[in-house]
């Protein structure tokens, strides 16, 4: 199996409250693919899905119930500590949910977390470590 991921979808409660949280607060643009049933995004590299819990849940052969931490979170690479600081007051500002306000962490970056309508963890960050070229995309 290659190394890649080409699409991350996420199972939403409300699709269309979702949809207009990526599009109005990330600022982010649906596809023309979107659909009523799905929204896509397209991003560097790879696209986001939304699509509703319940059908994502049922395509899988699982019970939708979603309770609890979810065990991973979906992160948002920033150049600068100042840009994380922007951005997550930027977000707080739209009524975004911060769970944890920028701050130096433990491996040696600088780290927040918010949550989207489903409670699904996007950290915002600084890593020192990880080099990204001009459009953000990671370097090996």
């Known amino acids: ?11 939403v409660r409300n699709l269309q409250r979702s949809k207009e949280f990526y599009q109005n607060v990330f600022g982010w643009q649906p596809l023309e693919s ?8 397209q991003l560097n590299g ?7 819990q319940e059908s994502l849940a049922d395509d899988a052969g699982l019970e939708a ?15 600068s500590e100042k840009e994380v600081d922007q951005l997550v007051a930027e977000l707080e500002e739209k009524g975004v949910k911060v769970l944890k306000h920028p701050e130096k962490v433990f491996w040696g970056g600088y780290s927040s977390y918010i949550a989207d309508p489903d409670d699904n963890l996007w950290e ?6 990880l080099p990204m070229d001009e459009k953000g995309n990671v370097l090996s």
């Not at 199996?1 to 199972?11: A, C, D, H, Y």
């Not at 979107?34 to 995004?41: A, G, L, N, W, Y």
């Not at 979603?66 to 920033?78: E, P, R, T, W, Y």
């Open 1 to 11: 199996m290659e190394q890649r991921i080409t699409l991350i979808t996420l199972g």
């Open 34 to 41: 979107s659909t009523e049933s799905v929204i896509f995004f």
């Open 46 to 52: 790879l696209q986001l899905a939304l699509f509703p």
């Open 65 to 79: 119930d979603g309770k609890g931490f979810k065990s991973f979170s979906l992160a948002h690479n920033m150049r």
């Open 124 to 129: 915002i960050a600084y890593n020192p470590f």
